[in-house]
Nanobody, 122 residues
Framework: QVQLVESGGGLVRAGGSLRLSCADS????????MGWLRQATGKGREFVAS????????YYADSVKGRFTISRDNAKNTVYLQMSSLNPEDTAIYYC???????????????WGQGTQVTVSS
């Protein structure tokens, strides 16, 4: 079982940085690939980044490549998303999610957190 809780969202100016965290309290964290997805107002949920269970591989959406970094600490049951060079188009609710294998498709993630709001002002 995976139970995810995100934190670290907030309001930031364009060009700024934020780090999101997502902690699992269910105990099965290290057996899952993890991902970050986001949903802007009026839009569907979109893939941002994912990482394998061992952290040996990472994957990014083209829109965030070079600006965002996903990482995980299995000892702390936590996955992170370091975001830099933020722009207003990054404004969204950010969700962490767990999947059996790394994926970029939202419907293939099995467990989801409740989301954390990120707002980037211009």
């Amino acid at each position: 079982q995976v139970q995810l809780v995100e934190s670290g969202g907030g309001l930031v100016r364009a060009g700024g940085s934020l780090r999101l965290s997502c902690a699992d309290s269910g105990g099965a964290f290290s057996r899952y690939a993890m991902g970050w997805l986001r949903q802007a107002t009026g839009k569907g949920r979109e893939f941002v980044a994912s990482i394998t269970w061992s952290a040996s591989s990472t994957y990014y959406a083209d829109s965030v490549k070079g600006r965002f970094t996903i990482s995980r600490d299995n000892a702390k049951n936590t996955v992170y998303l370091q975001m830099s060079s933020l722009n207003p188009e990054d404004t969204a609710i950010y969700y962490c999610a767990a999947s059996r294998v790394p994926t970029m498709y939202p419907n293939q993630f099995e467990y989801w957190g409740q989301g954390t709001q990120v707002t980037v002002s211009s």
